[in-house]
């Protein structure tokens, strides 16, 4: 493969276990350099997608390809520690890995004090930056992300997606990330793949934010939110017109479909 192929070619994934199908036709092509965000709900099969693309489960149909010697950084969802563990941040970052340096490692996820620190004792975000540090020490070619924002207050999340942008510009590196939320990573993302078993509809965000199929999906969470001023957003936050009320609680207003690439349409 040459450096213009794709760093993981995935065609007609399925996987079937104890006769359930977890998913199914999922046919996708991961470019360098570009940034593409997994959504769906609950339980659709987004962790088990990725495992299929990392070689961690074999599909019961269908193949991936991966480019040969691909340097993958991969953060898991959750990582369990113990409260007693007293392993420091700086350990940490290099168990497993050669020639990490620690300091610089940690100024890239905009966290150089922490270091000296007990893993234990990190808070939620602190935790979500040394684990990012970590799957960007190896110099990754393909960064893997799995909801690397959770335990991040709302804040903070916002923030976490500019510096994943911001290690795949310094890095040259593609990006697989899951989420649950399109709205935050909306900025921060070249590509949407929206799975509930298979690839429901996929496309630029702000594409996929108006498919049919996507606000079916995430339509109980879109639908109301409360806020207090006196217009309609659609989904994308765009003003769609006026009202007078104050503090209301109101439907999203989705725009017509700007041609959204949906189930029907060849996978991506
Ligand atoms: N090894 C397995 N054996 C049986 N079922 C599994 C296995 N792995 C995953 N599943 C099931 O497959 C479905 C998809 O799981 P997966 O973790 O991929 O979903 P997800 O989209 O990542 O969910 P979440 O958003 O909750 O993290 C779930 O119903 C899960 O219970």
Request: aromatic share 2%.
């Amino acid at each position: 493969m040459t450096d213009a192929a794709p760093l993981i070619r995935a065609q007609n994934l399925g996987l079937e276990i104890a006769g359930r199908q977890l998913l199914r036709d999922i046919s996708l092509a991961l470019q360098p350099a570009e940034i593409v965000t997994v959504i769906g709900p609950n339980g659709a099969g987004k962790t088990t997608l990725l495992r299929l693309l990392l070689g961690l489960t074999k599909p019961s149909s269908g193949s991936v390809q991966r480019r040969p010697g691909l340097r993958l950084g991969y953060m898991p969802q959750r990582l369990q520690i113990d409260a007693t563990m007293p392993m420091t941040v700086g350990r940490f970052l290099t168990l497993g890995i050669n020639g990490v340096d620690v300091p610089s490692a940690l100024a890239q996820v905009g966290a150089p004090q922490l270091a000296q620190a007990r893993l234990a004792d990190l808070s939620g975000g602190e935790m979500q930056r040394v684990l990012l540090a970590r799957a960007a020490a190896r110099k990754p070619q393909l960064l893997v992300l799995d909801e690397p924002t959770q335990g991040v207050d709302l804040g903070g999340q916002s923030e976490v997606y500019q510096l994943i942008a911001q290690l795949r510009d310094e890095l040259q590196c593609g990006v697989l990330l899951v989420s649950h939320d399109l709205h935050l990573v909306m900025a921060a993302t070249d590509r949407v793949l929206c799975v509930n078993q298979h690839i429901c509809c996929h496309g630029h965000p702000e594409q996929v934010s108006r498919d049919p199929v996507y606000l079916e999906m995430f339509g109980d969470k879109l639908a109301l939110y409360t806020h207090q001023h006196n217009h309609h957003h659609d989904i994308s936050g765009e003003v769609v017109d006026e009202c007078c009320d104050q503090d209301h609680a109101h439907a999203v207003t989705p725009p017509p479909s700007r041609n959204p690439k949906s189930d029907s349409d060849p996978a991506p």
